[in-house]
């Protein structure tokens, strides 16, 4: 379970950015191909819009194609390198706001003016404290109508599965999960954090969440990850929810990587 002091240590002084962060977009083939094959069809609804506020964008991986779709684009990180990278790379786009936090605080994002919250690939190394404060903030945040989409951790319900697969020995365990036979612990998902949870706190922040998606993320079909859209009560996206389970995630991406990443996104 990684912590909050952890995280800051992978993200400042352990990881290599020299590729940007698109290097977690090789199963799908590239970075174009993830965000067209799978982010877009999924929030596409909520672009076109006044302020997004982005949560924990790294190099800005998912910033380059926010940035065109707002009038304001916020972007808050608890790595102070990778705001200092995205104001580099973005130098250019004079709608973008640059904010570093401690990993929880919210505070510098004025109340009532975000129309959509976005993260993804980053929050599912969030322990539930961390997303349950800033759901807590985000109702604040949020205008009437505004809405979230945030990708994180589903592992906590996989607790057995886990056990099992941790207490296989080291040499066997990589080439078994490559095979989608043991869970994917090598993805550096929080424990605890699962989808249920994620409705609870929004109901504890008195917002609804009002659909999910379980998906399966890189080897094998099982549902380490969660993908949660959220608004506040009453608004134009309150609806009854649902819980979609996608165990063909990894297929989806296999088939990108195939088919369309090497010729259609250049």
Known sequence: MPTLDENLQSWTATW???????????????????????????????????????IAPGYGRWTDYLKD???????????????????????????????????????????????????FDSLVHAQPEIIDGYLSQLATKLKPDGIGFI???????????????????HRFFHPLRRRGILVNLSAWRDDRMTAKLFRDQCVKAGLICVGQELVSWEFGGYLIDCFSMFAAKESRWDRSFRLVRNPLFVAEARRMAQLYANSSFR
């Open 69 to 119: 779709s707002c009038q304001t684009l916020v972007l808050v990180d608890l790595a102070e390198n990778c705001i200092a990278h995205c104001r580099k790379r973005f130098a250019s786009s004079s709608n973008i706001r640059y904010h570093v936090n401690d990993g929880r605080s919210l505070a510098m994002v004025e109340d009532g003016t975000v129309d959509f919250v976005f993260s």
């Open 16 to 54: 290599d950015w020299s590729h940007r962060g698109d290097e977690w977009s090789w199963w799908w083939g590239d970075t174009a191909a993830l965000w067209y094959g799978a982010i877009l069809p999924r929030v596409h609804t909520m672009l076109g819009t006044g302020t997004i506020l982005e």
């Open 151 to 169: 990708h994180h951790s589903n592992l906590g319900s996989l607790k057995r599965l886990s056990a099992v697969s941790r207490g296989v020995p």
